[in-house]
């Protein structure tokens, strides 16, 4: 049996890349599994490799910065699935753009997806699993950016430091209902994300392709570069009865990158 046997979960930004990866772990441990993004093409791919495993899966269209949205996934993976467990709120975005180059709308667009959407997707499945009566786990997307900086994604390392502190509120205030809320914080990991800031921050910092990949690489003690694999078992747990006395926390999954 898996740890997650009979658990219901759900994954958003689930069509690639870290996503993808958490919501195949999940269900390879034994969780049904509600795969949502705003791609919706993508998260039915991911679905239909999940039960063409033999697992048990959905795919579903969300935008994680509209609460109606978020509400309507709630509902749907309850209602077709039986009920919900886990909340892994992983969508997020970033944008490479120097300090002073920034604008409202550049500020404003990052913290809809990284910050409002983590918020209403923790909200909603709370709201489930108290009315459920079984507590649950909440999971969010954080990032070792909210641990140090780095140039030209000031908005972004701003919206993953405001996660951290919505987890921890969230913490304290759903406690009492035996939910945990915890965030994970990878470091450098091979997606289309970091080939991203590779090239854009590589061009501001005039280096070739790869070569700013390749030196982030080089500074934890492991001395490769992450792979999504890498972060979906730290979400298995986290989702499952053997951190059933771990909330409020940050964890790093970076390879020694940050050590606080």
């Not at 972004?156 to 509120?169: D, E, F, H, I, P």
């Not at 792979?227 to 999954?253: H, K, M, Y």
Request: proline share 3%; net charge negative.
């Amino acid at each position: 049996m898996g740890k997650l046997d009979r658990k219901v979960a759900i994954v958003t930004g689930g069509a690639r890349g870290i996503g993808r990866a958490i919501a195949l772990r999940l269900a390879e441990d034994g969780a049904a599994v509600a795969v949502a993004d705003l791609n919706a093409e993508g998260a039915a791919d991911v679905a239909a490799e999940i039960t063409g495993a033999g697992g048990k899966a959905l795919a579903a269209r969300v935008d994680v910065t509209d609460a109606q949205s978020t509400k309507e996934l709630v509902a749907r993976t309850a209602r077709e699935l039986g009920r919900l467990d886990v909340m892994v709120a992983n969508a997020g975005i970033i944008q490479v753009k120097p300090f002073l180059d920034l604008t409202v709308d550049d500020w404003e667009g990052t913290f809809a997806v990284n910050v409002r959407g983590v918020f209403l997707s923790l909200q909603a499945a709370a709201r489930q699993m108290i009315e459920q009566g079984e507590g649950g786990r909440l999971l969010a997307t954080a990032s070792i950016a909210a641990k140090m900086g780095s140039p030209y994604q000031a908005h972004y390392q701003a919206s993953k430091s405001a996660v951290v502190g919505l987890v921890r509120s969230a913490a304290w205030e759903l406690g009492k209902h035996g939910i945990t809320v915890n965030a994970y914080c990878p470091g450098v990991v091979d997606t289309d994300m970091w080939r991203y800031i590779d090239t854009e921050r590589g061009k501001l910092q005039g280096r070739e392709p790869g070569e700013l990949l390749k030196e982030m690489a080089g500074r934890n003690p492991l001395g490769r570069v992450e792979v999504p694999e890498d972060v979906a078992p730290l979400v298995s747990f986290l989702a499952s009865e053997d951190s059933r006395f771990i909330t409020g926390q940050a964890i790093n999954v970076c390879g020694g990158m940050v050590m606080w």
